[in-house]
């Protein structure tokens, strides 16, 4: 057990609709990490935040928004869903520095129908 | 985007022999890099990493050779153990962000 949480562990929803993805990092973790498994791709890096800040942006579609919260919680928002979306969210925490071990939760399995 | 491939997409080794996981990366800007381990139905779980100003580094029974000339990352996992049967990515980091390979899954056969 990583100490990272994610919720849901499964989400079906169809295409068009929106959904909300929610980690909780690690105790005293800063910093939190979205990525996207898909079958035929590996991890993509979408975001990074830390201490609520925006620290980083990767390949993370207009219709994906995130944020970090004052309690450093973290939600992942998908929008227009598309059946392309479909994959492995996974999140992950570190302490914040560059180097710092990255620990990632069990992920978000989502389908789009 | 960045490039982080892997020479072999699959590794069947019997158990007790070691293990040399491949991995070319694209970017000389890459400054740290990082193995991860994922087993079936997990997040990935960290195993070792390396910065640019190193050559080789070790941990329990793992060790991470880095050959810069030729942007080359390895994996060598000693007395291969069923328990290390997994997907095994390498990462990248250029910057602020990670560029992950696609992954070679590896099978210890008993």
């Known amino acids: 057990d990583s100490g990272v949480t994610q919720t849901p562990k499964h989400l079906i929803t169809a295409t068009g609709q929106r959904v909300t993805l929610r980690c909780s990092p690690r105790?005293?973790?800063?910093?939190v990490y979205w990525y996207q498994q898909s079958l035929d791709q590996g991890l993509q890096f979408l975001i990074q935040?830390?201490?609520?800040?925006?620290?980083a942006k990767g390949n993370i579609l207009e219709r994906f928004s995130a944020q970090q919260f004052p309690d450093l919680h973290s939600e992942l928002n998908l929008s227009s869903l598309e059946l392309g979306d479909s994959a492995l969210y996974f999140c992950?925490?570190?302490?914040?520095?560059?180097?710092?071990?990255?620990?990632f939760g069990p992920g978000t399995r989502l389908t789009v129908l | 985007g960045e490039s982080v491939g892997l020479h072999l997409p699959t590794l069947s080794v019997q158990e007790g022999d070691n293990s040399i996981i491949n991995c070319a990366y694209s970017n000389s800007a890459s400054d740290y890099f990082i193995w991860y381990k994922q087993e079936s139905g997990k997040g990935p779980q960290f195993i070792i990493d390396?910065?640019?100003?190193?050559d080789k580094r070790q941990g329990q029974r793992v060790t991470v050779l880095l050959n810069k000339t030729v942007k080359h990352l390895s994996l060598q996992i000693a007395a291969t153990q069923p328990g290390d049967s997994a997907v095994y990515f390498c990462?990248?980091?250029?910057?602020?962000?990670?560029?992950f390979g696609t992954g070679t899954s590896l099978t210890v056969i008993p």
């Open positions: 935040y830390y201490n609520g800040e925006e620290r």
């Open positions: 105790s005293g973790d800063l910093s």
């Open positions: 990462a990248e980091k250029p910057g602020n962000q990670f560029y």
């Open positions: 390396i910065r640019s100003n190193m």
């Open positions: 992950a925490s570190s302490v914040g520095g560059a180097w710092d071990t990255q620990y």
